[in-house]
């Protein structure tokens, strides 16, 4: 697949398509310090079943451009938005950890643009961290180490099972974030607070929701509870599908059963 760019006001998002060019469209979006080929064996699934996949770099991420001057949630939810308009069409939306966060925000903002949302281990609220969390963050934000931790120890850690890609996928993501203004992107999402505007969005959203979660987060204390928070505060009908043994990326960790998921999902609401 060829990769293809859309210009912003601060830079440019890479993104690529597959599937049937005239078939529902879907935009799927990672989430911090993660690529796009996270969604690889789940885009072939949905593209074999006629759907239209457009999968996306964040900002300051894969081969998005870098040095944008804002990475909040609300201004991935702007490029998401952008995007869904460029590509001509009215979009279910799937987001990943950080992005589900924007992919809520984006549906709260503008309806009629998008036909359903698939949240995959997505933050919608800001919890307190713990003492260990607030130290791990702390040693993130130092870049000359931080960069380092990531891809050695915490990139690793969210993963409950191992899919067959995961050491080139690794490999891939420590070369791209060894590129300048790569890694300052990632500190900049993982800034505090930075999911307390999705949480009052939540009522707003109308659009169909498939909340997704790994039974072995371990972003979260309760992984159940927290799907049914954010099943219980979407505000159109929204369900839950835990997903029993695997971590924080569901999509790849067991691409078999989300991807059979996401595609009768997508032929309910697009």
Known sequence: MTTRYLDRPDGRLAYEETGDPSGPLVVASPGMGDLRSTFDRLAAHLAA???RVVTT???GHGESSAGWPDYSVRAVADDLLALIHHLGGRAVLVGNSYSGSAAVVAAARDPQAVAGLVLAGA???DRPLGPVQRLMFGLLRLPWLGRR???AAAWPSFFARKPADYRQRQAE???NLA???RYEAVVAMASPGGHRATEPELPKVQAPTLVIMGGKDPDFPDPAAEARFTADAIGGQARVLMVDGVGHYP???AAELVGQAVVEF?????
């Open 49 to 51: 079943s006629g759907t």
């Open 57 to 59: 770099d964040l900002r």
């Open 123 to 125: 933050f919608v609220r």
């Open 149 to 151: 931790l990531w891809t």
């Open 173 to 175: 993501l420590k070369r």
């Open 179 to 181: 590129e300048p203004g």
């Open 251 to 253: 999509q790849t960790e």
């Open 266 to 270: 997508v032929r309910k609401v697009a």
